[in-house]
């Protein structure tokens, strides 16, 4: 399995821009960017995901650079709801391996 | 609105006692998951079904079993539970395919007394 790097915790005032980073330099060409968060004592919600482009949704935008090796979640707006574990996964086949994840603390 | 549900939220057991947990499904997905997630860790995938196609992790012990009697349940047993297996348990659906999304129910605390 392709394995991810991210930063272990970091902060975002309410109402900023939150940018969450991911490091994937082993990522094969098949393989998906799955975002997932855990609000806690949750079961993991699905946030966005990506192969080469970048996606948008109602939550989240994905930027993939373009060599694949890492890309950046990013939550327009952040809000003091979207203080959560976040996880971000390459995803091979029906599996997700789920690494640490970062906490993302947003505050007021 | 469809989704997973898992029942109980919170299930207390005695050290050694069996213990059910059971998740259901309305989004008729063929693929169902059970993981594992301890305190301050992530979400570890103990097995997952394929239809009926059960499909086991490598290192997902012994005493913990799975059953799906039809597409929307799914139940897990854990035959001797121990004072380590005290665990967030979530269960998850999807459709078949790497691009498929997996959706999860809201866990299961488990106690072992």
């Known amino acids: 399995d392709a394995k991810t790097t991210q930063p272990t915790s970091m902060d975002c005032a309410e109402g900023r821009a939150a940018n969450l980073p991911c490091n994937h330099s082993t990522i094969s060409g098949n393989e998906y960017v799955y975002w997932y968060r855990q609000i806690h004592s949750q079961g993991p919600q699905y946030i966005i995901h990506?192969?080469?482009n970048n996606e948008t949704n109602e939550m989240a935008s994905l930027i993939i650079t373009e060599d694949r090796k890492s890309s950046t979640l990013i939550l327009p707006h952040a809000t003091l709801r979207d203080t959560a574990v976040y996880y971000c996964i390459v995803k091979y086949s029906n599996k997700l391996v789920f690494g640490a994840g970062t906490i993302l603390r947003v505050k007021s | 609105d469809a989704m997973v549900i898992q029942n109980p939220r919170y299930q207390v057991t005695q050290f050694g006692k069996p213990v059910t947990l059971s998740c259901s499904q309305t989004?008729?997905?063929?693929?169902m998951y059970w993981y594992q997630q301890k305190s301050s860790q992530a979400p570890k995938l103990l097995f997952h079904y394929y239809d009926k196609d059960f499909n086991n992790e490598a290192d997902t012990p012994d005493n913990f079993q799975s059953r799906r009697p039809n597409t929307s349940f799914c139940f897990l047993d854990i035959r001797s539970p121990g004072l380590g297996d005290a665990a967030m348990y979530l269960c998850?659906?999807?459709?078949?395919?790497?691009?498929?999304?997996?959706?999860f129910g809201p866990g299961t605390r488990l106690l072992v007394l």
């Open positions: 998850a659906t999807s459709s078949p395919g790497v691009q498929e999304t997996q959706y």
């Open positions: 989004l008729n997905h063929n693929v």
């Open positions: 990506g192969l080469k």
